[in-house]
């Protein structure tokens, strides 16, 4: 079958959008998996770890992974996952493993980036009825490497409505450089949030997706999620991609940053 070829979406928007591109088997067994994982090492409990990062946060850590709890109370939490934003550092094994390499995911990504691929980040983000939304951000804030642009992959894993958590891009951002980002103000914001403040997003463009729907877009592509203003969780699986060989530049150590290589040039 042929190739659909998605540079045009790529270089004038910075993102593309694929519509069921996913089982939503994958869907349900990463959210399985991530509820047992989560009540299993929920913060505070014996089996897990919380330390002091460089930056004087405090970084929870279990089997591998980053827990990293909402700041702000869900009003209807009822089970441990209820009250967490988001676990990093899945990708070394099921389900999220079996996503990263498989062909509806890696095919787009070779378009974009060429053949040779790591996966360097992931994470599971429950956006929990209550829970803010992520400011406008560019991805590449968060990532001192020495090679740019990075690809964002973001899985829905339930439906993403205006009413609970959607994304929102502005499409053709991607060609700005990164801005400053300042901390967000709001009471409660979650601890790395930040934002841009010195650009018009009036052009800006929601992305309503259904479980299986992919979102991919290019790591200066400025985008934020609404808040959830719903009775439903929004759930969401995003993961980043680098060009094999890209390095950190920074020598703090960050937690969340772990190559794994998912393609090579046959
Ligand atoms: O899913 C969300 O709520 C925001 C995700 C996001 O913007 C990011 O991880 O860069």
């Excluded at 901390?183 to 309503?208: C, H, K, M, T, W």
């Excluded at 790591?219 to 995003?238: I, K």
Aim: with cysteine.
């Amino acid at each position: 079958m042929e190739e659909t070829d998605y540079s045009n979406d790529w270089e004038q928007n910075g993102y593309i959008l694929l519509r069921q591109a996913i089982d939503t088997s994958v869907c349900k067994a990463m959210l399985d998996d991530i509820i047992a994982f989560v009540r299993k090492n929920t913060p505070g409990s014996a089996n897990v770890q919380s330390v002091q990062a460089p930056d004087n946060s405090t970084v929870h850590l279990a089997e591998g992974s980053i827990i990293i709890p909402e700041s702000k109370p869900n009003p209807v939490a009822l089970q441990p996952e209820d009250s967490i934003s988001k676990v990093f550092n899945l990708h070394r094994r099921e389900p999220y493993v079996g996503f990263v390499r498989q062909p509806a995911v890696l095919d787009v990504l070779s378009q974009v980036m060429g053949e040779d691929i790591d996966c360097f980040q992931s994470q599971f983000i429950f956006k929990n009825p209550g829970a803010w939304g992520q400011p406008w951000h560019q991805d590449s804030y968060y990532m001192p490497l020495d090679q740019q642009p990075q690809v964002g992959v973001w899985l829905a894993v339930s439906e993403a409505t205006l009413e609970n958590g959607c994304l929102q891009v502005l499409p053709g951002s991607h060609r700005e450089p990164i801005h400053a980002h300042v901390p967000d103000q709001r009471p409660q914001a979650n601890y790395g949030y930040v934002e841009i403040v010195d650009y018009d997003f009036s052009a800006a463009v929601p992305v309503l997706m259904q479980p299986g729907d992919l979102l991919i877009f290019n790591s200066f592509l400025m985008h934020r999620s609404v808040d959830n203003r719903s009775r439903r969780r929004r759930a969401a699986a995003m993961f980043h991609f680098a060009r094999a060989g890209t390095c950190k530049t920074s020598d703090i150590p960050i937690y969340t940053f772990d190559f794994v290589p998912v393609k090579r040039a046959e």
